[in-house]
């Protein structure tokens, strides 16, 4: 057995050093892998599979909000870029320029997207001319560019995959209400399908979006206690539109400016699932999102009619619309368990000759090994029970962990203190100057990661100023 367990003993322990475990877990469970291309990664079958539940899902709640996908071209003239000053100085450090086509150096150069604000502003003030044209709900999956300086396997490299919702409104009103909207939809699906808790809120001026009057985020908490901001949504009021001549003939026959929003979530949240469910053993990933939610294991499979049973089972299991996959490898089957818990495959389904003889089957749960015995004869309905209660505890887990790792402080030294030896989220009052926040970066190294809009008044003082507080903010030390 100890055999079996080399693969697992190769993973650094996340006690010892999180960011090695990390890497090893990204690598070991071939999720991804380091590119030729500085800074880019490869992302293998297993770390594309769950992009692309991610992106299925994402994509059905979308539509289901009114949403249709286009696509925009990747490169991005310069003259374009810089008609909206706030948004080109945002991103100038990350732009990648291209200044050759072939051999001949271009008149104008161009920057591959590092977001495509100023493309869809581009095509809206060509596309809407009357308020019979609004609203456009438009969305975009692509790559983009940005020339990060420190790279990590999913969290931050110089290209990734994201989609990038981008709309256009009649009024400030119905903006607004599209921003919150999909906030709350990335929210619901953090929670309800990746099994993780965030905090809802808004992003100081100083952490808002370039370009825009309002920039929403989720929260999430990491096994280590850092932050990782999950999902942003922008308001953009009616300042691009002004920037590229965006205009409607309303229904009183006067011409306004259209109001604009964007949001987006990225391959980052591959890493987010890593880091906030994965353990010693490898990655642990919650049933909803599996590309693999059963594992069928055949023990002594060189016994007649075991490799056939376990085929049936997944036959059977797969007719009930579970993802499934048999391993007949010629590993042991200590080997195959250690495989399988590495991959993070929720459920394993354990079949031998005994199992057979009594009619049962052996159930093993990735989130906590649990293992349970079962009539073959319920084999569907217990799976299924056992993946959503899998699910549910894998959410109240990381909820908890979160929960007991959220601090308040209300004076100076005790929230330098706590954000230097308790790594979590702090809550702590502001005065909504930006010098506080700049104080507090260059001092503990943590940054504000959102007003929550479930305000607490903690005191009546700002934590690093002491002059009256005016908003409740969750700080930390993010990725």
Known sequence: MANDKKMVEAITSMDVDFAQWYTDVVKKAELCDYASVKGCMV??????????????????RFKATGVQNVYMPLFIPESLLEKEKDHVEGFAPEVAWVTHGGLEPLQERMCVRPTSETLFCDFYAKDIHSYRDLPRVYNQWCSVVRWEKTTRPFLRSRE??????????????????????MLNLYADFCEEVLAIPVVRGQKTDKEKFAGAEATYTIESLMHDGKALQSGTSHNFGDGFAKAFEIQFTDKDNTLKYVHQTSWGMTTRMIGAIIMVH?????????????????????????????????FELKERLTKAGFSVKVDDSEKSPGWKF?????????????????????????????????????????????????LDTIQNAMYEKAKAHRDAHTYEATQWDEFVDTINNKPGFVKAMWCGCQECEDK???????????????QESLSDHCVCCGKPAKKMVYWGRAY
């Open 160 to 181: 990734f995959l994201w989609q990038e919702g981008h709309t256009a409104h009649a009024t400030a009103e119905e903006a607004e209400e599209r921003t919150i909207q």
């Open 338 to 386: 250690a495989d399988c818990e590495m991959r993070g495959i929720p459920l394993r389904v354990e079949i031998g000759p005994k199992d057979m003889e009594k009619n049962q089957a052996v159930l093993v749960r990735r989130d906590n090994h649990e293992k349970t015995f079962i009539s073959l004869d319920e084999l569907e309905s217990r799976a299924g029970e056992m």
């Open 278 to 310: 994965g353990d010693d053993n490898g990655l642990v990933l919650p049933p909803r999102i599996a590309p693999i939610q059963i594992m069928v294991v055949p023990v002594q499979q060189q016994k007649p009619g075991v490799l056939d049973k376990a």
């Open 440 to 454: 507090i970066k260059e001092a503990t190294a943590a940054t504000s990661r959102c007003m929550p809009f479930e």
């Open 43 to 60: 992302i293998k079958p297993a770390g594309y599979a769950i992009w692309e539940n991610i992106q299925n899902e994402l994509d059905r």
